[in-house]
Every structure is written in structure tokens, then in C-alpha cells.
Nanobody, 121 residues
């Protein structure tokens, strides 16, 4: 199986910056896309940003120009660099990976446990 562990959440004032990190470990055969989703209280989980193994990125319109998603394919890590944070960015952020485990024929989605980001006004 593949495990994802996030770190880096916390409390920040509006206009500030945070960097989230996610490391994939376990019996990994390959990782395709990695990325971040978020879920605010009372709302559905939504895509924040994803990055393919080749480096193609996709961002939610609400974070374009403020967030970037660097990835290290050797270390199996992905980060979310968040600048100009707004109170509406407050949510639990979940790391995501579409991966194939060793010994498996299937590519499936894996999720981290989530990390809280709170932006105060």
C-alpha cells in the first residue's frame, strides 16, 4: 500500500504564507498525479492543485497566482506553497496521489489524513 503523510499546516494571518508538505511511502510501484484538495466546514472537498509525473499542473481558479505545487519525483514528495492567504482559504488540506502499489495491477487514489490551515482576518 501507499501512505501519504502531510505536514506544515497551522494558523496564519491574512496575507501571509504557508508551505504544506506531503511524503508518499510504502510499497510504491509508480505515482502518476499528486496534488492537494481541501474541505472547509459545511462544504464539499474541492481540488486545489494537482501535478502530473511529467510536471503538468492544474490549479483551482481561486488559487491561481497565489499557490504553487512543486513536486520531487525522486523523493515522492509534493508541496503546496501558499502566498497571499485569505480567510476563505481556511480548510483541512488533504494530500492526494494516484498511484500503483507493488504487486498490484490497479492504479487507485490515496489520501493523507489532512492538515488544518486557518487564515485569520
Amino acid at each position: 500500500q501507499v501512505q501519504l503523510v502531510e505536514s506544515g499546516g497551522g494558523l496564519v494571518q491574512a496575507g501571509g504564507s504557508l508551505r504544506l508538505s506531503c511524503a508518499a511511502s510504502g510499497s510504491i510501484f509508480s505515482i502518476n498525479a499528486m496534488g492537494w484538495y481541501r474541505q472547509a466546514p459545511g462544504k464539499q472537498r474541492e481540488l486545489v492543485a494537482t501535478i502530473s509525473s511529467g510536471g503538468s499542473t492544474n490549479y483551482a481558479d481561486s488559487v491561481k497566482g497565489r499557490f504553487t505545487i512543486p513536486r520531487d519525483n525522486v523523493k515522492n514528495t509534493v508541496h503546496l506553497e501558499m502566498d497571499s492567504l485569505k480567510p476563505e482559504d481556511t480548510a483541512v488540506y488533504y494530500c492526494y496521489a494516484r498511484a500503483r502499489a507493488l504487486g498490484s495491477s490497479w492504479i487507485r487514489d490515496y489520501w493523507g489524513q489532512g492538515t488544518q490551515v486557518t487564515v485569520s482576518s
